[in-house]
């Protein structure tokens, strides 16, 4: 599987831009997954179209929670594309498009090897993606805690990785059961984890590939 960052508080890549919010595009044997769509709809269409994604042959969407950094871009994405499903937590209300719109509460595949937290803490979901490494875990902002997210997607599989924004996560210990993690938007303690796990840790930013 192969993960595109295409929304971030950084980028490192000339010709992208960067600003306070989250999403990456998702390439797995099935299906072209988003996931969250960032502050605002303009900057995400001009880093897809940057990086050569075409927002109409995405298949689904994830929204992870209802915050304006991670639904800014949907309007817009649903706008050019109506035939992805968007999966978004059992409280999250007001999608009014014709698109099909699935609803979680509890963990659940919705695909070959593609899993979903549901909502935990009555706030956020996570993505887990199977691969022959393992599962990897790609969390929006982390607000039901890490710890708790991962406890919930341990029955599809051992954890690989953990890609997305970790707010204040500190339970470092966490990553010493994980090969790679890749901390991104809201995480708080970004260098600290970069300086605790230099070989697991993976750099974000808009533009950033990484493949599993």
């Not at 999608?95 to 609803?103: C, F, G, M, R, V």
Request: aromatic residues 10%.
């Amino acid at each position: 599987m192969k993960i595109t960052i295409v929304y971030d508080n950084t980028t490192r890549k000339s010709g992208l831009i960067a600003d306070w919010g989250w999403s990456c595009y998702i390439e797995t044997e099935n299906r072209n997954i988003l996931f969250d769509t960032g502050g605002n709809g303009k900057i995400l269409l001009e880093n897809l179209i940057s990086l050569n994604i075409d927002p109409t042959h995405i298949n689904d969407v994830v929204i992870s929670h209802p915050d304006f950094d991670h639904i800014g871009g949907l309007s817009t994405f649903l706008n050019l594309n109506t035939k992805a499903k968007v999966h978004i937590p059992i409280s999250f209300r007001g999608i009014k498009y014709p698109n099909k719109i699935e609803y979680y509460d509890k963990p659940t595949k919705i695909y070959k090897n593609v899993f979903l937290t549901g909502e935990l803490g009555n706030r956020e979901q996570s993505l887990a993606i199977a691969t022959d490494k393992g599962l990897i875990l790609i969390i929006g902002c982390g607000h039901p805690g890490v710890k708790n997210i991962i406890n919930s997607v341990t029955k599809f599989g051992n954890l690989y990785a953990i890609v997305g924004g970790l707010h204040g996560f500190k339970e470092f210990e966490i990553i010493n059961n994980i090969t790679k993690i890749c901390p991104a938007h809201c995480t708080k303690y970004k260098d600290k984890i970069k300086s605790l796990f230099p070989s697991k840790y993976l750099e974000s930013g808009v533009g950033e590939i990484l493949e599993f």
